[in-house]
């Protein structure tokens, strides 16, 4: 079902990158979050049909999308949300850089929580705003929610980008976390900005809650959303934001026409639909593959004396090599090597420079192959 595809000379970012950092022939990228095989065949086959069609002018994103979307918020995490609540954007990061300068002035503060995604600073800081940081609590496997401290920092916000699930960390936030965000932010007029887009990949959780579970406590909010991550289609840009109130829609409405920001190309409108309204069944074997990934991992780490977080979601495994004796960028540096390039801690605000972020979006044999090159390192560490 997952048929695995040789990137290296696709045009794709993360191989592109990847050749070049290491010299290794057959280089093995378990790095920038896309996946290394082929599409639902439903999106491939939507695809295929519209470039049969042969004409590629203006698009538009009408309500047959919206409703697409509308359903699947309904059907995977049983949320309302109504069709004119829907915004489409190109790339979840554009939802979010219009949604700073939008709701935020040139040198507010925005708070993000360490160790996160790291093109969230950049972003912060090529909008000219000013990043604060509130640290993720590691307990044991698992990172928490410093709620006190949160507090104390979103007293001196203007806005916070909350990442649910959270990239790198692997958590799925509760009802009940996510409610105390909400809470918190309403009390201290902080604009909140909940990133989605890793929203279907629910690995060890029961659930994914939704911002939008909390639209009758707070209007000044927003959720960003994408089926890019989930079905492997980034490289089309196709992303949403959901905006239920009606004062916070139409002032970002008018930002992003002031920009002719209008949305997908023409090719992502039936990639979106093919993805939501015919590929659900494929999500669910693709969490499947990366639980398996994943205790593929966590075997071969026990074994070498180290772990990894638990993963309720994402498909990105955050590994602590601290018993390596090495820091994460030394560590990296000698995998290159080896043509195995993963994504090391201190771009995401890891502080010890002790984490490695693995991608598992691969067949099981490519994350084997890989995992033999990692333990030629690793005895030799
Ligand atoms: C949390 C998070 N947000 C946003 C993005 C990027 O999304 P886009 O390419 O739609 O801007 C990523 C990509 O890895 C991500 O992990």
Not at 312 to 338: R, S
Request: charge should be neutral.
């Amino acid at each position: 079902m997952f048929k695995t595809l040789n990137r290296r000379l696709s045009d794709a970012h993360k191989y592109h990158m990847a050749m070049h950092e290491s010299p290794h022939e057959n280089v093995l990228a378990f790095s920038v979050a896309d996946s290394d095989y082929e599409v639902a065949p439903p999106i491939k086959q939507a695809l295929r049909t519209r470039v049969e069609h042969g004409a590629f002018g203006y698009a538009k994103f009408n309500n047959t999308h919206r409703k697409a979307i509308r359903d699947w918020y309904k059907k995977r995490y049983d949320t309302s949300v109504k069709l004119n609540w829907i915004l489409p954007v190109h790339k979840v990061l554009a939802g979010i850089g219009a949604a700073l300068q939008t709701f935020t002035d040139p040198g507010d503060n925005v708070l993000i929580q360490t160790p996160v995604y790291h093109v969230f600073k950049p972003l912060i800081e090529d909008n000219a705003r000013t990043v604060l940081e509130n640290p993720l609590v590691r307990r044991n496997d698992a990172y928490a929610i410093d709620f006190e401290a949160l507090e104390n920092k979103l007293k001196e916000s203007q806005a916070f980008i909350f990442c649910s699930p959270h990239n790198p960390v692997g958590r799925v936030w509760t009802h009940e976390e996510i409610k105390t965000v909400v809470d918190l932010c309403k009390k201290h007029d902080v604009f909140l900005i909940s990133d989605e887009i890793h929203a279907d990949i629910i690995i060890e959780a029961p659930t994914f809650t939704s911002l939008n579970e909390f639209t009758d406590v707070y209007p000044r909010m927003i959720s960003v959303n994408a089926p890019s991550k989930t079905f492997n289609i980034a490289g089309l840009q196709s992303a949403y934001i959901i905006a239920h109130d009606q004062a916070v829609r139409e002032t970002i409405s008018k930002n992003l026409r002031g920009l002719h920001m209008s949305g997908f190309n023409i090719l992502a409108l039936k990639a979106l639909l093919a993805a939501y309204n015919e590929s659900a069944s494929w999500v669910d074997a693709q969490n499947a593959l990366i639980k398996k990934n994943k205790a593929m991992l966590d075997t071969f780490l026990e074994a070498h004396g180290l772990n990894s977080m638990r993963l309720e979601g994402t498909y990105l495994a955050w590994i602590d090599i601290f018993n390596t004796g090495v820091e994460a960028t030394t560590f990296n540096k000698h995998l290159k090597k080896q043509g195995v390039v993963l994504s090391e801690g201190p771009p995401f605000g890891d502080s010890e420079n002790r984490y490695v972020r693995m991608n598992l979006a691969c067949s099981s044999e490519q994350l084997d192959e890989g995992l033999s090159r990692m333990a030629k390192e690793l005895e030799s560490v």
